[in-house]
């Protein structure tokens, strides 16, 4: 009924995040909320859970637009976690210097 999106240059997430989120989509399932997203404070970020009601409107998406334009027209089920760093992506070379050789 649901899809995670996540990606892969996350180096901070952790598993415990991962099943808190997961833990709180199958919470909700009744209820059919339709988004779900890690959050730390203002600060939004990945792996997100869409119900699988919204596949054909995340698959019109072009270009760089992602998902979170999708969970914007929703009201999105935050699950909050502490530590901001594990919602930091690492997509260029300048943002790697803020990480540790793992």
Do not use: W
């Not at 089920?77 to 502490?82: F, G, K």
């Amino acid at each position: 009924d649901y899809y995670m999106f996540a990606v892969a240059d996350q180096p901070y997430l952790k598993s415990q995040s991962v099943i808190k989120l997961i833990d709180k989509v199958l919470e909700n399932k009744g209820n059919m909320k339709s988004v779900f997203s890690l959050r730390c404070g203002d600060t939004v970020g990945n792996p997100c859970v869409f119900h699988s009601s919204l596949i054909p409107q995340l698959l019109s998406l072009e270009g760089d637009k992602g998902g979170r334009s999708v969970a914007k027209k929703y009201d999105c089920v935050y699950v909050d976690i502490a530590d901001e760093r594990e919602l930091m992506d690492i997509d260029t070379l300048s943002n790697s210097k803020h990480t540790v050789t793992l």
